[in-house]
Each structure stands twice: as structure tokens, then as C-alpha cells.
């Protein structure tokens, strides 16, 4: 049974910065890219990053370039999100989601190419 646990939203002022983890099991983790999507009330699920199973290429949505990293550690099936300067419309929850070998921004930026999703962290960032 493939379950991926996202952990590490909170509240944090206008600024601030949070770092998400995605733990996975279940799968083979070395073999899927994983990626961060959130979804605000009444908005569509929006790409935020994404990284390749061997952490050779990362992608990121232009709305948080600079600002956000993503990284991996396939040793401990984990996955993360640091999120610095963070603004109001970061305000979500943020879903990681996991896809074999996926590559190509077209691809990883797209929610039916992964085939698993966690229950989801809740971002709220204050002005």
C-alpha cells in the first residue's frame, strides 16, 4: 500500500519561512519524481515543483522561482519543500504527489501524470 505523508504547514507571518516533508513508503521511491502541488479555496490544484527520482532536474512554477526549493533524499524516501519569503498568496494546502520516471516540465507540472497524493499540509501565511 503506497502512502506519502506530507508534514511541516503551519501559520507563519508575511516572510517567514517553512519547510515541508513528504515521507513515502510503499513504493519504489528511487524510481519516482516527486512533486508539490497546492490548491487554494475555490481554485484548481496549481503546480509549485517537482523533481526527477534521481535529483538530476527540478522544476519550479514561475510564481515561486527564487523563493522555494525542492529537494530529495532517497535514503529516507523523503521528499521537501523549503519555502522562504513567503507571501499571503502562498496560502494553501500543499499536496506531494509521486510519478514514475516522470520528466519535462510539460509532464511534472501536469496532476493526472502522478499516480499517488498525500492527505495534504495546510500553509496559511498572515499579511
Known amino acids: 500500500q503506497v502512502q506519502l505523508v506530507e508534514s511541516g504547514g503551519g501559520l507563519v507571518q508575511a516572510g517567514g519561512s517553512l519547510r515541508l516533508s513528504c515521507a513515502a513508503s510503499g513504493l519504489t521511491f528511487s524510481s519516482s519524481t516527486m512533486g508539490w502541488f497546492r490548491q487554494a479555496p475555490g481554485k484548481e490544484r496549481e503546480f509549485v515543483a517537482a523533481?526527477?527520482?534521481?535529483?538530476?532536474?527540478?522544476y519550479y512554477a514561475d510564481s515561486v522561482k527564487g523563493r522555494f526549493s525542492i529537494s530529495r533524499d532517497n535514503a529516507k524516501n523523503t521528499a521537501y519543500l523549503q519555502m522562504n519569503t513567503l507571501e499571503p498568496e502562498d496560502t494553501a494546502v500543499y499536496y506531494c504527489g509521486a510519478g514514475r520516471k516522470l520528466i519535462g516540465r510539460a509532464i511534472v507540472g501536469g496532476t493526472s501524470w502522478y499516480d499517488y497524493w498525500g492527505q495534504g499540509t495546510q500553509v496559511t501565511v498572515s499579511s
Open positions: 523533481i526527477t527520482w534521481n535529483g538530476g532536474s527540478t
